[in-house]
């Protein structure tokens, strides 16, 4: 229907209400107010799944969407920069015993921005932890001590060797711009648990963002209301513009409400003149997810009322800690509460001196540092969900956009490999200590059954009660999913 024949069927509808003019005040109350409370009763019973011929989700599927779900939650943390593989989760004697000889897997060896130097041992211990004897480097010793909960995918691999694409890959399962990102995706086929907090939370790096930015937790094609909302936590203000700032001493709880009010009429009228756009009725959805946050955000964020045991935990009484372990902690808050998925992000793409995982020049110093922060505060997120009853239906994702060579680039650093890496996931109805895949002999490339972002992506919504390949949105006369038109359900890692 065109624009012109919408606007004519608005104005024939406005000459129907003008033909019953004048009607009773008790007509004029039901048609206004006995339509909302119509409305808002829907609303209530469909979250009850109380609505005849409403899709059941509730009970009968644990939550889920297609099929009975494991898991309710996900808190995704995202390694930026690319973490080596070779010194955290991939023990490989060979490069023990050939440390310093040449490396020579046979053919051309493929690198970023260098040529291959000699094989190099990682610079920190392995041993084994857990009853199913799983090697971990000494660079994450908590998480070692977690490993019987936790499902490592060692044969991971990418499509692009470059960061920006690489990163686009596991947020969206594409290489280029453009496509919404897995916490969009959940957003949009399983919606809220709480409507005072967002379903999607980003808490990104103070230090700065990931290469691509926003556009790695955006909704692209899909509602603009199932983008991630960026908390910013530890700043003084973690919620751009949520309060007027202290010198507009004139904004009162009451303008302030008025003002939401009159923004919501403009915004409304506005749209009924152009038709729908989600970006307009994302911002009115904004305005009064807003108006919830000014009250129950304060308290989310506020880990002051945090046991001494449970902060120290993770590592919030500790300089090199407190930053990742303070955002963990607030992923488990906003976890808690109701919120579907919260992203985490570790390392920032600014340059000089490295703040991220991308360990070119000395992987000992640069990953020192970075997996020092890290680990701690990640092992207290799996303990502390684990603790609570959580970690049973919270999935808990680790992961990074590609690994490190097992060669050395320079003397002391490592470039990129996209052809094994590993990522793991935690809880949620997942199999614990297991490693499903295998990198080869050197962890160069993926020798046995090499694992895409797809078949993670389709595990994890799987595990939400989502069959993958039926979470669709057309676009552009295509049915888009997260997993285009790959990815298989990994069942040997499912409990």
């Known amino acids: 229907m065109s624009r012109h024949s919408n606007h004519h069927l608005r104005r024939s509808e406005q000459r129907g209400f003008a033909d019953h003019a004048d009607p009773s005040r008790r007509r004029f109350l039901w048609n206004w107010g006995g339509g909302l409370g119509g409305i808002a009763l829907?609303?209530?019973?469909?979250?009850?799944?109380?609505?005849?011929?409403?899709?059941?989700?509730?009970?009968?599927?644990?939550?889920?969407?297609?099929?009975?779900?494991?898991?309710?939650?996900?808190?995704?943390?995202?390694?930026?920069?690319?973490?080596?593989?070779?010194d955290t989760f991939d023990y490989k004697p060979l490069l023990l015993e050939r440390s310093g000889q040449k490396f020579d897997p046979g053919g051309k060896v493929e690198l970023f921005q260098s040529d291959p130097g000699p094989v190099m041992?990682?610079?920190?211990?392995?041993?084994?932890?857990?009853?199913?004897?799983?090697?971990?480097?000494?660079?994450?010793?908590?998480?070692?001590?977690?490993?019987?909960?936790?499902?490592?995918?060692?044969?991971?691999?990418?499509?692009?060797?470059?960061?920006?694409?690489?990163?686009?890959?596991?947020?969206?399962?594409?290489?280029?711009?453009?496509?919404?990102?897995?916490?969009?995706?959940?957003?949009?086929?399983?919606?809220?648990?709480?409507?005072?907090?967002?379903?999607?939370?980003?808490?990104?790096?103070?230090?700065?963002?990931?290469?691509?930015?926003?556009?790695?937790?955006?909704?692209?094609?899909?509602?603009?209301?199932?983008?991630?909302?960026?908390?910013?936590?530890?700043?003084?203000?973690?919620?751009?513009?949520?309060?007027?700032?202290?010198?507009?001493?004139?904004?009162?709880?009451?303008?302030?409400?008025?003002?939401?009010?009159?923004?919501?009429?403009?915004?409304?009228?506005?749209?009924?003149?152009?038709?729908?756009?989600?970006?307009?009725?994302?911002?009115?959805?904004?305005?009064?997810?807003?108006?919830?946050?000014?009250?129950?955000?304060?308290?989310?964020?506020?880990?002051?009322?945090?046991?001494?045991?449970?902060?120290?935990?993770?590592?919030?009484d500790e300089r090199v800690t407190s930053d990742f372990g303070r955002r963990c902690l607030t992923a488990r808050r906003l976890l808690e509460r109701g919120v579907r998925f919260v992203q985490v992000w570790s390392g920032a793409d600014n340059g000089f001196p490295r703040r991220n995982w991308d360990s070119h020049e000395d992987i000992r110093k640069d990953h020192g540092?970075?997996?020092?922060?890290?680990?701690?505060?990640?092992?207290a997120l799996i303990k502390d969900l684990a603790s609570r009853g959580m970690l049973e239906d919270t999935i808990v994702y680790w992961t990074t956009e590609f690994g490190r060579m097992p060669c050395s680039q320079g003397a002391k650093g490592r470039d990129h490999n996209p052809f094994t890496f590993t990522s793991w996931l935690a809880g949620g109805g997942l199999r614990g200590g297991v490693t499903y895949g295998a990198s080869d002999e050197w962890s160069y490339k993926a020798a046995d059954?090499?694992?895409?972002?797809?078949?993670?992506?389709?595990?994890?919504?799987?595990?939400?009660?989502?069959?993958?390949?039926?979470?669709?949105?057309?676009?552009?006369?295509i049915d888009r999913r997260l997993t285009d038109v790959h990815g298989r359900v990994i069942d040997e890692a499912i409990a």
């Open 121 to 316: 041992k990682s610079p920190w211990e392995w041993k084994q932890y857990g009853e199913c004897g799983k090697w971990m480097s000494s660079l994450v010793p908590h998480l070692g001590r977690c490993v019987d909960e936790m499902a490592f995918f060692p044969s991971m691999v990418s499509k692009s060797n470059v960061h920006g694409p690489a990163t686009f890959m596991q947020n969206t399962g594409f290489i280029l711009p453009g496509y919404p990102s897995m916490g969009a995706w959940i957003s949009y086929g399983l919606g809220a648990m709480n409507d005072n907090l967002p379903t999607f939370v980003v808490l990104p790096d103070p230090r700065g963002f990931a290469p691509n930015g926003p556009a790695n937790h955006a909704a692209a094609f899909l509602p603009a209301t199932h983008q991630g909302t960026m908390i910013r936590v530890g700043r003084p203000n973690p919620i751009h513009d949520l309060f007027p700032p202290e010198s507009a001493k004139y904004i009162t709880a009451r303008s302030g409400a008025d003002g939401l009010a009159v923004l919501e009429k403009l915004n409304r009228g506005h749209m009924a003149e152009r038709g729908a756009d989600s970006r307009l009725e994302a911002r009115i959805r904004s305005y009064e997810m807003a108006a919830r946050l000014q009250v129950s955000a304060p308290e989310v964020l506020d880990v002051s009322d945090e046991s001494a045991a449970t902060r120290k935990l993770y590592g919030l």
């Open 449 to 477: 059954t090499p694992i895409y972002c797809y078949d993670l992506h389709a595990t994890i919504l799987h595990l939400l009660g989502i069959d993958h390949k039926r979470l669709t949105f057309r676009h552009n006369g």
């Open 42 to 86: 829907a609303h209530l019973l469909g979250q009850s799944n109380l609505l005849a011929g409403a899709e059941t989700t509730g009970t009968d599927l644990n939550g889920g969407l297609h099929h009975r779900a494991k898991a309710k939650r996900v808190v995704q943390l995202f390694m930026s920069g690319a973490a080596s593989q070779v």
């Open 369 to 379: 540092e970075m997996g020092t922060e890290m680990d701690k505060p990640a092992a």
